[in-house]
């Protein structure tokens, strides 16, 4: 694995990371004919910075990510990296200036090994080998052993993390993570705390967290968001946002529950 990439050093960052600007939502509606997904959405993710989203289901939360990176077009608004216009851009081109995105389900190619699976994320991001190096995290997510087995033979958090260090492959400025946590065991879930350090330390990646689990949200998002209906129900520290009554009634039930 030590030809994956030469070494990086711990806290700095390389690549396309590097580079000033915030990813900035601004006044961002989606609408499918008559039906609106979601209605004036504004937000910034500032570089090296995390974001949580939280809502019920059908509150938007899936579809906002794909606006973001290209895989919708949103009906109104503006998504800009620094000064650089994203809206109306095609998912590859997000991808090639830094926002990148994970999903809900595992993404690997599911007959090839996973030392195959890794070199396929080299390669197709264009990673010449110069930046990154993922040795030690195939290593502390338990990988190593297992780099000449096909990707589906493995268990599903093996399977979890291994899509999620492909994505890192493209050195994304700006991540993107769609339930990072689904599928996955409690006693699993701090393995997403490691790999967002990691994102942050080697990369300075700003992160878009969209998730279900309170309490990964509280550990790791400093500032979350709160989608009810299509709308920005409430925003700010984890905290007071989900102290509140009316986050309560509309998230996670009535507060005698």
């Known amino acids: 694995m030590s030809d994956l990439a030469t070494e990086h050093s711990a806290g700095s960052t390389g690549g396309r990371a590097q580079g000033g600007g915030s990813l900035r939502i601004d006044g961002v509606s989606k609408q499918f004919g008559g039906l609106k997904v979601f209605h004036d ?6 570089p090296g910075g995390i974001v949580g989203v939280i809502g ?3 509150a938007g939360k899936t579809t906002l990510i794909n606006v973001i990176c290209g895989m919708l077009t949103a009906s109104s608004g503006r998504i800009l990296l620094g000064d650089r216009e994203l809206s109306g851009q095609p998912f590859h081109t997000v991808s090639s200036l830094g926002v990148v995105r994970s999903f809900q389900q595992t993404n690997t190619f599911r007959s090839a090994t996973v030392e195959e699976n890794l070199f396929r994320a080299q390669r197709f991001s264009g990673d010449k080998g110069s930046a990154l190096r993922l040795d030690r995290l195939v ?3 338990g990988l190593a052993r297992h780099l000449k087995e096909a990707s589906d033979k493995l268990p599903y958090g093996l399977q979890k993390m ?4 492909m994505v890192l492959m493209a050195r994304p400025r700006f991540l993107l993570l769609d339930e990072p946590a689904a599928g996955l065991e409690r006693r699993e879930r701090t393995q997403v705390d490691r790999f967002v350090e990691h994102a942050r330390t080697l990369l300075g990646c700003g992160i878009l967290i969209v998730e279900h689990d309170m309490d990964l949200v509280r550990r790791l998002c400093p500032h979350c968001l709160v989608l009810e209906s299509g ?3 409430a925003e700010g520290p984890p905290a007071d946002v989900l102290s509140r009554r009316d986050v309560i009634d509309a998230y996670l039930g009535t507060s005698e529950e």
């Not at 291994?162 to 260090?165: A, D, H, N, R, W």
């Open 162 to 165: 291994l899509g999620l260090i």
């Open 41 to 46: 959405i504004s937000f910034e993710v500032p």
């Open 56 to 58: 019920p289901n059908g």
């Open 139 to 141: 290593e502390e997510f």
């Open 231 to 233: 709308r920005l129900l």
